[in-house]
Nanobody, 127 residues
Framework: QVQLVESGGGLVQPGGSLRLSCVVS????????IAWFRQAPGKEREGLSC???????NYADSAKGRFTISRDNAKNTVYLQMNGLEPEDTAVYYC?????????????????????RGQGTQVTVSD
């Protein structure tokens, strides 16, 4: 059974940092790209970053320079390190999978590419 479980969200002050985790089960990370999306109230889901089956990464302009995606295959976990957080980053953050994915295919930030999703973790940036 495919499952994705996010954690690491919370309340942080502007300028602060958080590291989100996405633990996956039912597949291995060399058979799936994993992408991080977020959705704020009243807004469409926005793709932030993804990591392909062979570990190559891709970032949206809104994430470049502030967010870093990484993974630990042994722990079946993908991380999103977020620095310099601002109130506009407040949203529910989701990790998503396109398992089973073609090996060595670059990952994309298209939400329709990913058909498995976790329950999300809330990130709130506020004083």
């Amino acid at each position: 059974q495919v499952q994705l479980v996010e954690s690491g969200g919370g309340l942080v002050q502007p300028g602060g940092s958080l590291r989100l985790s996405c633990v996956v089960s039912g597949f291995t990370l060399d058979n799936s790209a994993i992408a991080w999306f977020r959705q704020a109230p009243g807004k469409e889901r926005e793709g932030l970053s993804c990591i392909s089956t062979d570990g190559k990464t891709n970032y949206a302009d809104s994430a470049k320079g502030r967010f870093t995606i990484s993974r630990d295959n042994a722990k079946n976990t993908v991380y999103l390190q977020m620095n310099g957080l601002e109130p506009e980053d407040t949203a529910v953050y989701y990790c998503q999978s396109n398992y089973p994915a073609a090996r060595f295919r670059p990952c994309v930030l298209d939400r329709y590419e990913y058909h498995y999703r976790g329950q999300g973790t809330q990130v709130t940036v506020s004083d």
